[in-house]
């Protein structure tokens, strides 16, 4: 475990669900001390059996020690007051992905931390320079874009806004080398970033091809794994990501670019109309499927 502390020594995080929990427990092990805001104590419980699930996880593979465990639910601290964020040294917002709740309680954040606290967003599908301009101070707001799960995921996108002061994105860059096995790609602020913006029209691709009858699900997701050495056949990493979520994000490219790469495809809407979200409810492309007919 990296004990460095040398900047954000304590970090605000906005919102414990799915992201949250991850970016907590990353945060964590770097040594750092986290508060983590969210609106209830349900969601707060929540979160907290999610980090102790991941570290209990690293002990029964034998990466991780009971005393790393205590340690790192040790810097966790939960609030549902936003007053509790008063001399943090940054704020990361991972709440719900919508504009308006997430420029509100930025808003009131700031007027608890000041006007120097950098601002970080780890919207995965928002403008990250359209909210600095909603926000007081724009020059301290970049993004900071985990993927998930955050604690298994290497890459971290440190976005630039037009208003981005170029010394937060240094900053940002060496802070992510001080966590573990985490690399930082700087990217400008486009819709999807740089990863989901060549992710997000092959992924749509596949969906056309596989409704196409090109082949079965799984002989898509082997040829791509097996031919051309990927990691996760697409099929499979749709029903990982959730359908509804690749919706989304495609539909908020889409919206943002008019560019057709980012089109849904009629099969992926069709799916999540009829409840089939991939791994989340059981049900995908690959989850819960009878193995299909050859052709
Ligand atoms: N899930 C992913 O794969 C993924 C990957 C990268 C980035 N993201 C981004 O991370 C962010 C969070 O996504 P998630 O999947 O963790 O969502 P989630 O729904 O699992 O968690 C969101 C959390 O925010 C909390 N919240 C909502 N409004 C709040 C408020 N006003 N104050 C405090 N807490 C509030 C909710 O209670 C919830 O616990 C989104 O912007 C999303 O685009 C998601």
């Known amino acids: 475990m990296s004990e460095s502390t040398t900047d954000f020594s304590t970090i605000g995080l906005l919102g414990f669900g799915t992201m949250g929990a991850g970016i907590a427990h990353v945060l964590a092990s770097s040594g750092r001390t986290v508060i983590v805001l969210d609106t209830d104590q349900d969601r ?21 020690t009971d005393e790393d465990k205590t340690a790192v639910l040790t810097r966790i601290i939960t609030t549902t007051h936003v007053a509790d964020l008063a001399g943090v040294d940054a704020v990361i917002e991972s709440v719900t992905e919508n504009a308006e709740v997430k420029t509100v309680l930025l808003r009131e954040v700031a007027t608890v931390v000041g006007e120097q606290i950098p601002l970080l967003t780890n919207t995965s599908a928002l403008s990250v320079t359209d909210l600095a301009a909603a926000l007081p101070n724009p020059a301290r707001v970049a993004g900071l874009h ?43 602020d486009r819709p999807g970033f740089l990863i989901n913006s060549l992710l997000l029209p092959y992924l749509n691709d596949v969906i056309a091809e596989y409704d196409d009858g090109l082949a079965t699900a799984e002989d898509i997701d ?74």
Do not use: C, W
Not at 162 to 179: N, S
Not at 254 to 262: G, H, P
């Open 44 to 64: 707060l419980e929540a979160g907290s059996a999610a980090v102790t699930a991941f570290l209990d996880d690293s002990i029964a593979r034998g990466t991780g």
């Open 222 to 295: 082997v040829a791509l794994e097996l031919g051309l050495g990927y990691k996760t056949g697409p099929l499979k990493m749709l029903d990982t990501i959730g359908l509804d979520d690749h919706l989304h994000a495609s539909e908020a490219a889409y919206a943002a670019t008019l560019d057709s790469r980012y089109a849904p495809p009629p099969l992926l809407r069709q799916m999540v109309a009829a409840d089939r979200l991939g791994d989340k409810n059981g049900h995908g492309f690959r989850t819960g499927q009878p193995t299909e007919e050859k052709n």
């Open 146 to 188: 985990f993927f998930n799960p955050a604690p298994v995921q290497r890459t971290i996108e440190v976005v630039r806004a037009l208003q981005t002061d170029g010394d937060l994105i240094e900053r940002l860059v060496a802070f992510v080398d001080t966590l573990a096995e985490k690399s930082a790609v700087v990217v400008r």
